[in-house]
Structure formats: structure tokens, C-alpha cells
């Protein structure tokens, strides 16, 4: 009995030594990962629209970003870009975000189109401790600061000041063009709740600056060219020689409202603004069928939004002070669009290594 007693005593002294050492082992391999530079990071750049030229002038900047990083820090990223063809496929927006977290990568940089289908995968990506960035479009206005326990960093465009821009540049071309009086077509791509504030701020700011201009209510075109284009065609109809102008909340609805007014008769004294920038809104701009373009910096924005991943994986800590970086528009317009800086925002692919 003695010896069984001996044995048993040894037993479990032996068993509290190994899990005294194997949690000594968890400990350091939690401590390595939250802190200790690894050779190599697997990042995924989950896109609404494959087929967009501002999302694609984003992943430029995000590219840009992956290479200088390699360089300076001495590290191989592991990148793949993924998402729905188009800005409307929202479901295959969210159903490819859950597929992302399934493939357990070190960080997702991301925009948004539906945001409350996209707060709960947030979630369940940072809760797997996924570095997630939101670029330009996030799960809040940026303003609000809204569910940012559920990323780490937002990079954006405030849509308020985008709106407020957008109606003081219409108001100096109206001005220009000696137009005092009638009636303003509204256009945008989806109604979200982030950029609604671009179609409620430019009404907002439209009020205060030239109240006695009449504006319709808003045609959405579901982000297709083709309805773009059609609202925009009923719009000139409707209202024949009342219509002043049209305000365009997108690049893709700029294009299409671009193509109507192309194609109309709507004379000298109108005047057209959009919102972002590709190539039909380009040569619409040289050509004088659109006045002003909003644009945002997306390479900018792309290029800010994996450099702090990076850090971030990197460093163990995220080396922003703030959550939300508003990186502010500029107005082009045909005078200064040969200049080099607006070159560049204008088509960022210049900058691409």
C-alpha cells in the first residue's frame, strides 16, 4: 500500500510540473504573437466592386502600401483581393467577408455597402484577432465614430463635407453662368445610410447658399450605368428648360447622368457636379459636359488603411491616436485638371509600382 501510495504521490506531482510548463508555453506563444515580428503576413483587400475604377484606385494605394512596407520593415505579404463584381451585390459582399474570416488571415482591409449586415461580421472577425481596417466606406459615418470597438482603424472621406463641397462648387458655376432660378436634379447610386449624408448635406448646404433653387427628390440607379443614365433622361424631360443642373453623388451615377447630358439638348446655362472620378467623368470634364468633380483621395486612403495594418501586425499596436482619419476632397474642374497633383487624384494609376 506504501508503495501504491508513493507511486500515486509521484503521479500527480509529475502531472502538475507538465501543465505548470505547458501553461508556461501558452503564455509565451500569446506573448510572441501580440508583440514579436513574424517573416511573413497573409492580408486580404475584400473590395465591394471588382469592376470599379475608384475601388480599384483604392487597392493601388493599398499595393503601394503592402511593397513599401516589405521593404522598410523587411517582410513578405501574403495578398489576395476578393469580392463581388459589382457595388449592388451586397449579399456576395458580406457572404465572401465571412469567408475571409474563415481563412484565418493576420488582417482584412475592407469597404462597406450594407452596413448593418456587415456589424456583426466585424465583430466576429476582430473577435478571432483579425486586424480589420475599413477604407472609405466603414460601419459608421466615420463622424458618428460608431461601432468602432469592432476594427481597428476607419480611413475616410467625411460624406458631409463631400456634400457641402459638391453644392458650393455648383453654386460658384451657377454664378459663373449667370443662372439665379429653377430646378436641380438629384441622383446617387444606393441609398445607405453613410452616403445619404452626401445627397442630405449638398441639400442642406444648397438651402442655406441658393434657397431659391427648387431640387427633386432623389433617383437612386441601384450603382448601374445603364438606370443611371435613364433617371437622369426623365429628369431633362420632366422638367425641359426649368432643369438648371444635376448633382451626381457617385462616379458611376456621374457616368450615366454624363452620358444623358451628353446626348440632350440641355444648353450652355446648365450645370453638372459629381462625385469621384474614372475615365467617362474625365473626358466629360475636358469636354465641358460636367462643370466639377469631388474627389477623394483613394489612393490615399488605400495606400494609409495597409500601411497601418502592417504597422500594426508589426508593432503589436495600432500606431494611430485616433480610430476615424478624415482625409478631406478637392474640387476639379476643367481649369485645374492638368495640373500634376490633380493628375494624380484623378487617375491614380499613375502612381501604381
Known amino acids: 500500500m506504501k508503495m501504491k501510495k508513493m507511486v500515486a504521490i509521484m503521479l500527480v506531482g509529475i502531472m502538475t510540473l507538465s501543465l505548470a510548463a505547458c501553461s508556461e508555453k501558452s503564455d509565451s506563444k500569446s506573448s510572441a504573437s501580440d ?3 513574424k517573416d511573413s ?18 487597392g493601388i494605394g493599398i499595393e503601394n502600401a503592402m511593397k513599401d512596407i516589405e521593404e522598410s520593415e523587411g517582410v513578405v505579404v501574403d495578398y489576395e483581393v476578393v469580392g463581388p463584381a459589382e457595388e449592388s451585390q451586397t449579399e456576395d459582399y458580406v457572404t465572401t467577408f465571412e469567408q475571409c474570416i474563415g481563412k484565418q488571415p493576420d488582417a482584412i482591409v475592407t469597404a462597406t455597402l450594407a452596413i448593418d449586415a456587415t456589424v456583426p461580421k466585424a465583430q466576429e472577425a476582430t473577435n478571432a484577432g483579425i486586424i480589420l ?8 459615418t466615420g463622424d ?83 438606370t443611371a443614365q435613364e433617371n437622369a433622361e426623365n429628369i431633362i424631360s420632366t422638367y425641359g428648360d426649368k432643369l438648371i443642373g444635376m448633382y451626381s453623388g457617385n462616379n458611376i451615377t456621374g457616368d450615366g447622368v454624363c452620358n444623358a447630358v451628353a446626348d ?74 492638368e495640373e ?13 509600382k
Open 35 to 37: 508583440g514579436e515580428k
Open 41 to 58: 503576413y497573409h492580408v486580404i483587400y475584400l473590395t465591394p466592386s471588382t469592376a470599379s475604377q475608384f475601388w480599384t484606385y483604392v
Open 133 to 140: 481596417n475599413f477604407v472609405n466606406c466603414g460601419i459608421g
Open 144 to 226: 458618428d465614430g460608431a461601432n468602432e470597438e469592432y476594427y481597428n482603424q476607419f480611413y475616410y472621406c467625411s460624406n458631409d463635407t463631400i456634400g457641402e463641397m459638391a453644392a458650393e462648387a455648383f453654386k460658384k458655376t451657377m454664378d459663373d453662368k449667370g443662372i439665379t432660378e429653377g430646378v436641380l436634379g438629384m441622383n446617387t447610386n444606393v441609398e445607405n445610410e453613410a452616403l445619404n449624408h452626401r445627397i442630405d448635406a449638398f441639400r442642406e448646404k444648397m438651402a442655406e447658399i441658393a434657397p431659391d433653387i427648387e431640387l427633386t427628390d432623389t433617383y437612386y440607379n441601384g450603382n448601374v450605368v445603364e
Open 264 to 337: 440632350s439638348n440641355v444648353g450652355e446655362k446648365f450645370v453638372n457636379v459629381a462625385v469621384d472620378s474614372d475615365d467617362i467623368e474625365i473626358q466629360a470634364l475636358k469636354k465641358g459636359v460636367l462643370d466639377a468633380i469631388i474627389v477623394q483621395d483613394a489612393y490615399a486612403q488605400g495606400y494609409k488603411c495597409m500601411e497601418n495594418a502592417l504597422l500594426t501586425l508589426i508593432k503589436g499596436e495600432n500606431p494611430e491616436s485616433e480610430k476615424q482619419v478624415n482625409c478631406p476632397p478637392v474640387v476639379i474642374t476643367k481649369e485645374n485638371m
Open 340 to 352: 500634376t497633383e490633380k493628375q494624380d487624384l484623378l487617375d491614380p494609376t499613375r502612381l501604381q
